[in-house]
């Protein structure tokens, strides 16, 4: 199951990194041939990019509110 780009960035971080598990298991296969390999490894190389934009994107709001919250005090 290969997903587009446009499809990979509109998931949830949470459906991204299930996917990103999944192809782990899949490179774990000795059963794939090298192809199929390297077609896991660009969609879990993308996956893992857009995972870690998500969760930069939460550490930057944490630090707005936490920053916001000092501010009141």
């Known amino acids: ?5 446009k499809n990979r960035e ?7 990194f299930d996917r ?5 298991s899949l490179i774990e296969n000795p059963d794939n041939n090298l192809e ?3 077609e896991l490894v660009e969609e879990g190389v993308a ?3 857009i995972c870690e ?7 930057d ?3 707005i509110i936490s920053k ?3 501010d009141c005090d």
């Open 53 to 59: 934009e998500k969760l930069k994107n939460v550490q």
């Open 61 to 63: 709001r944490i630090n």
């Open 1 to 5: 199951m290969k997903n587009s780009s």
């Open 20 to 24: 990103l598990k999944e192809i782990v």
């Open 36 to 38: 199929s390999m390297i």
């Open 10 to 16: 509109s998931q949830s971080f949470e459906e991204a």
């Open 68 to 70: 916001n919250s000092s």
């Open 47 to 49: 996956l893992s990019r």
